[in-house]
């Protein structure tokens, strides 16, 4: 498979990126690793008669632990989030995360920026992102804004980034409490057919906080602020966990696809948040 015929560009700086989206609007794309685009330009499901290579633009790349936060940069791949014992220590469900997407080739290439801007319900960090309540920062010619990956993603492939607009960085606060996420797909490398974010805190054995999202359950990631309040004030006995798991199926809305109809993406859907739920709460 060819790609239809394309200008490339690969701009030093962002203001070089900036420059080539205002010129050329709509025919003019970004690429991160290209391991989402490059796929769908051959595919033919993508005409980018302009693409823009983001390699050598500066100040990307960088992972900042501070005192409240984490900053990524939209360039850090996958394997870089694995990498990063800093990282991991400050919030351990990244690493557990990015293990689990695709594999260790794409994980070299992907790129934190490009997973949570290119808007595929298929992909692990937006689910993940909203989870942790991330903010995502975009850069344009009118200057720079923060949107939350909870208000973020709109439907399939939409999002509230404008075209001309660059993704340049994820900030997260510092998490803390018990995490998981659990995925459950067909094959090792295969997109999610269910999977789970979790993140809880408890005090002297009561849940004080639940974070809950999932992933390829709908055409965008769904944060379940029901889930996680069915979680909160309980021991996390069954009934608690059955209640969040009801409320979760409420909020999600698959479709019948080649990873089953959609009464086995539910059924799977519970089992995979019950375990993450489990899991979350034994490490809280
Ligand atoms: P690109 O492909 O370069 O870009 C993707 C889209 O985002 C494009 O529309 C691009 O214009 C836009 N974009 C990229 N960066 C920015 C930016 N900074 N600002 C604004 N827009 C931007 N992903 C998973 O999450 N889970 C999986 O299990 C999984 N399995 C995979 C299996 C295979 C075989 C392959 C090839 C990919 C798989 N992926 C999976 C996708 C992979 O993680 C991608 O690399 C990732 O989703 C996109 O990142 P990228 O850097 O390659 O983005």
Redesign the pocket.
Known sequence: MIPAAFEYYRPQDMAGVLAILEEHGDDA???????????MMKLRM?EVPHLID?QDVGG?SDITVEASRIVIG??VT?ADIIDSAELTAAAPILREAAL????PQ??Y???V???V??G?P????PGLMQCLDATFTLVGSDGERDVPARDFYEAAYMTA?DDE????AVSIPLPSGGYAYEKQ?RKI????TAAASVQITQSGGTCTSAAIAMTNLSDTPIFSEAAGAALVGTALDDAAIKSSVAAMLNDIDPTEDNRGPIAFKKHVAGVILRRAIERAWSRA
């Not at 490398?189 to 999610?192: R, S």
């Open positions: 794309r970004v690429m991160a690793g290209g391991h989402s685009l490059i796929p993508a983001l990307l939209a360039m996958q689990q997407i695709a594999d794409v994980r290439m992907g790129t920026g490009g997973n801007a290119n595929d298929g992909n692990d960090m980034r607009e660059v993704l340049t797909k490398g295969d997109y999610a």
